[in-house]
């Protein structure tokens, strides 16, 4: 790309400069130097293309690392050992490369089934935040109250402590048999079901929520909560009628970063459960489940791995504005 | 008959409305105090339970030191004690020394805990430091307009959206000898020994190449909302004045931006002091300890519930420690964001 237009402006300004003799590279530094502007675009791009590789590389890698049958998983760079183009004229659409471990992966482990646990736990939790921050947003952007601030506080701080403070007693109370679960739990503990996970990452990924929806619930201008009310609406319909409907960019932010970093979490993921499925086990044991059984499955752990990528990677294409608004609006508020 | 059932139901529905209506007529007649403080309730409560009350239970944990076997326990400072000398029983009391001998600042024999501290700080500011910059570098590109900016924006943030495991994967298997070539890539420039993910310098390099290639997307985001609140306008004035593009983001750019900037890096620094999950699933916490690691070690290792309580706390005393450094030195650095 950059080398043609190069020449193409060499042609264009052969009038400019008198001395021809100049190597094309030289010629090119001349006018950069003449010329700043293209110094700084050629920065600008060569800045952009080596991000783009270095973000991406990994995941094309990944993928090859998948597509490479089972006895040649050695050395790969840029394609499997095994790939040869070649192929495809003999009949063999797949050119010497294995997507079977696509299949495989969930015939070794019910890798389905652990993509279904993460997709309830992420899925509830955002809903149990959605509504819990929503409360709590419209108390801190719209009501003036006494000790808005230090309760404020007391949020935040809950972000700025490690998981690891959190989870001995935790782990310890889901642990214990409640006699009040019984009827509901096997054995009336919480230990090896979903809540064992929702009910920490509720709390835990509350404050980012609240803070999004604070700013914007701060936003709606005064006049349309009283309209409501004079209208007859009670206090809580005002809430869920008018302020959370004028705010769905707002809560569809806070509901997609929730439930992306439920989806994400590893600390409270990988320890709340055993390992198995059936346990509610999240995708962390999933993928690490290949890492353990009789031999490495490094092929399977790659195809795990980009099955496991996709929901997010749609997500974040569909969401990337809200992602971004989201993110700066969280970090940005305080 | 069928009058009757009827005006039973219709008392069952007025019954039944009644308690509903009450609830609502409370609810309106409250203060605007009182309302607020109803409908924190919610969150206060998973607040409580899931951080405040584990919280303070933690603390009274790490207070109670477990004596010898059949010894009443006592209370006490010594569980810290014990883990800052290196006395506490946790399954390693050391790094292996054939894995240490090329980690830079650690003497042989330190005690395991302070080892896992050492690679804690040095993992949060070595990393923050380099986001910061790499961060920056894809917000200033980010910043132009540019035909298919979206989809660049979209491929600089995936790696941030993606699960702690998969990031976790794909640099295990990268630097895995025989299916990467990472670690035959770093062998040749002479930097990696001959099994990087059971050397401890050279799993930490690892883990430190793996979290600054997921998180710097972060720090871009929030360093673009940074450059894109800053007054265009101001740029021209510094054409006109003949300002060269250097002196433009010396004198502009940056003293605008660097409210946003350390507002990013106090969050990163205090997520990169919690490091726990790609630790796990690349190198192992034996290979690569930090404070996390040791507090998961104690209670599913040797079962020693004061010693993890301590460590626990101990790693959020850390972290309070470090945001006190940040507001402390940027508090009153304008912008007024604290």
Redesign the interface.
């Known amino acids: 790309m950059a080398t043609e237009t190069d020449t193409q402006q060499i042609g264009t300004n052969k009038e400019d400069e008198p001395e021809l003799d100049r190597g094309p590279f030289e010629a090119w530094a001349a006018r950069s130097i003449k010329n700043p502007k293209r110094a700084y675009r050629a920065m600008f791009y060569t800045a952009m293309i080596f991000f783009l590789v270095t973000t991406l590389f990994p995941f094309y890698w990944l993928l090859m690392v998948a597509l490479t049958p089972d006895g040649s998983l050695q050395n790969i760079v840029l394609a499997p050992a095994t790939f040869d183009p070649a192929l495809l004229l003999a009949g063999d659409l797949t050119m010497g490369t294995n997507p079977g471990a696509f299949v495989e992966i969930f015939e070794r482990l019910p890798f389905h089934r652990y993509m279904f646990n993460s997709f309830v736990i992420a899925t509830v939790t955002t809903v149990i935040v959605l509504v819990v921050s929503s409360l709590a947003g419209y108390v801190f952007g719209r009501l003036r109250f006494k000790g808005k601030s230090p309760l404020m506080l007391l949020v935040l701080l809950v972000s700025f402590f490690p998981p690891a403070a959190f989870f001995l007693p935790l782990n310890q109370l889901f642990n214990r048999n409640f006699a009040v679960l019984q009827p509901v739990m096997s054995d009336g503990s919480l230990y090896n079901t979903p809540y064992a996970m929702i009910i920490p990452f509720s709390a835990l990924f509350l404050p980012l929520s609240i803070f999004i929806l604070t700013t914007f619930y701060a936003q709606i201008p005064d006049g349309l909560e009283d309209a409501a009310r004079i209208e007859g609406t009670t206090r809580l319909g005002a809430l869920f009628r008018v302020i959370i409907p004028l705010s769905a960019p707002g809560v569809a932010t806070a509901g997609v970063l929730t439930f992306i970093a439920v989806y994400n979490e590893y600390f409270f993921s990988s320890l709340m459960t055993d390992p198995g499925a059936e346990n509610w086990a999240p995708i962390v044991e999933g993928i690490l489940g290949y890492q353990g059984q009789y031999q490495e499955l490094y092929n399977l752990m790659a195809a795990a791995s980009i099955v496991g990528v996709l929901p997010v990677a749609i997500l974040v294409v569909v969401a990337q504005e809200k992602i971004v608004s989201g993110l700066t609006a969280g970090a940005l508020k305080e | 008959m069928a009058t009757d059932q009827d005006t039973a139901a219709m008392d069952v529905d007025t019954g039944s409305g009644g308690p509903l209506s009450s609830v609502?007529n409370w609810?309106?007649n409250l203060s605007?105090?009182a309302?607020?403080?109803l409908?924190?309730v919610?969150?206060f409560f998973?607040?409580t339970?899931?951080?405040f009350?584990?919280?303070l239970?933690?603390l009274r944990?790490s207070f109670i030191v477990e004596g010898a076997r059949g010894t009443e326990p006592t209370i006490g400072l010594e569980n810290y004690i014990d883990l800052l000398t290196g006395s506490a029983l946790i399954s390693r009391q050391v790094l292996d020394v054939g894995f240490t001998a090329a980690f830079p600042f650690i003497e042989l024999g330190s005690p395991f805990f302070r080892q896992a501290l050492f690679v804690t700080i040095t993992f949060a500011i070595v990393s923050v430091l380099l986001e910061t910059l790499i961060g920056f570098?894809?917000a200033?590109?980010l910043d132009?307009e540019?035909k298919g900016r979206?989809w660049?924006?979209?491929?600089?943030?995936?790696?941030w959206?993606?699960?702690?495991?998969?990031q976790a994967?794909?640099?295990?298997?990268?630097f895995?000898p025989?299916?990467?070539?990472g670690s035959?890539l770093m062998q040749a420039l002479g930097i990696f020994g001959s099994t990087p993910l059971a050397n401890s310098r050279d799993s930490f390099i690892i883990v430190l190449v793996a979290d600054v290639?997921k998180t710097s997307?972060?720090m871009a985001?929030?360093i673009?909302?940074g450059l894109q609140s800053v007054d265009r306008s101001l740029y021209d004035v510094a054409k006109v004045s003949g300002a060269s593009?250097w002196q433009r983001f010396k004198m502009i750019t940056l003293p605008l931006v660097l409210p946003?900037l350390i507002?990013?890096m106090l969050?990163r620094t205090?997520d990169a002091?919690?490091v726990?999950?790609?630790i796990?699933?690349t190198a192992g916490c034996s290979t690569v300890p930090s404070?996390?690691c040791v507090?998961?070690d104690a209670?599913f290792a040797t079962r020693q519930?004061g010693i993890?309580?301590a460590?626990?706390?101990f790693?959020?005393v850390v972290?309070?420690a470090f945001?006190s450094i940040y507001l402390l030195f940027f508090a009153d650095s304008d912008g007024g964001?604290?």
């Open positions: 609502v609810m309106e605007e105090a309302y607020a403080y409908l924190l919610p969150a998973f607040i339970l899931v951080a009350y584990p919280l239970d933690t944990l570098g894809q200033l590109v132009k540019f979206r660049v924006r979209v491929a600089i943030i995936i790696p959206a993606i699960p702690v495991v998969i994967m794909i640099f295990y298997l990268l895995q025989t299916v990467g070539f035959e290639w997307a972060f985001l929030l673009l909302a593009p946003a507002v990013a969050f205090m002091m919690r726990y999950g790609i796990d699933a404070l996390t507090v998961v209670v519930f993890a309580a460590a626990a706390f790693t959020a972290i309070g945001i964001y604290f």
